[in-house]
Each structure stands twice: as C-alpha cells, then as structure tokens.
Nanobody, 118 residues
Framework: QVQLVESGGGSVQAGGSLRLSCAYSGFMHNDYCMGWFRQAPGNERERVATIDDDGYTNYADSVKGRFTISQDNAKNTLYLQMNSLKPDDSAMYYC????????????WGQGTQVTVSS
C-alpha cells in the first residue's frame, strides 16, 4: 500500500499563502485518486481537493479559485498551493490515497497543521 507524509504547514496571516507537500511511496495502481482533506476542531472532515491519475481535479466550493492541487510523479509528491488564506482555512490538513474513483480513501498521512490569523 501507499505511505503518505505531509509537510509544509504553519502559521500565516490572512491573505497569505502556503504550499503543502505530501510525499508518497509504495505501489500505485494504474487508476487512483489522491486528495487533500482538512478537519478543524468541532467540525467534520472536509474534502478540500482531489486529483486522479489522469490529472482531473475537483475542489470544494470553499477553496475553489484559491487552492490548487498538483502532482509531481518524478518527485513522488502531491502538492496543495493555498493562496488568499482565510481564518476559516485553519485546520489539520491530511493527504490521502484511493484506488480507482475518488472515494473510499484507505491510506492517510499523519497531517500537518495550518493556522491562519486575522
């Protein structure tokens, strides 16, 4: 299975930017989906963005136009570029892997904290 390790989180001022990274290793199926999720205290886990093996992306309405998900297979790394950050973006961010469709994510990283101050 795929192992995932997130990094790049931190504290930024509202309007700032952060770039999260997710290093992955292990066997990758021909058809797969990778995604970024986030969870703030008291809130349910939210799917932020996904990208499949064809490069097709999908974003939550709350981040559309501000966040960009991308993948560099040569570096075995998934990225989440976050611009125009808002305090509501503060959460623990996780990357995850699913075989086939972007559902049933079975492999998760340990998470990286993002804090946006006003």
């Amino acid at each position: 299975q795929v192992q995932l390790v997130e990094s790049g989180g931190g504290s930024v001022q509202a309007g700032g930017s952060l770039r999260l990274s997710c290093a992955y290793s292990g066997f990758m199926h021909n058809d797969y989906c990778m995604g970024w999720f986030r969870q703030a205290p008291g809130n349910e886990r939210e799917r932020v963005a996904t990208i499949d093996d064809d490069g097709y992306t999908n974003y939550a309405d709350s981040v559309k136009g501000r966040f960009t998900i991308s993948q560099d297979n040569a570096k075995n790394t998934l990225y989440l570029q976050m611009n125009s950050l808002k305090p509501d973006d503060s959460a623990m961010y996780y990357c995850a892997y699913a075989r086939g469709w972007c559902a049933g994510f079975g492999q998760w990283g340990q998470g990286t904290q993002v804090t946006v101050s006003s």
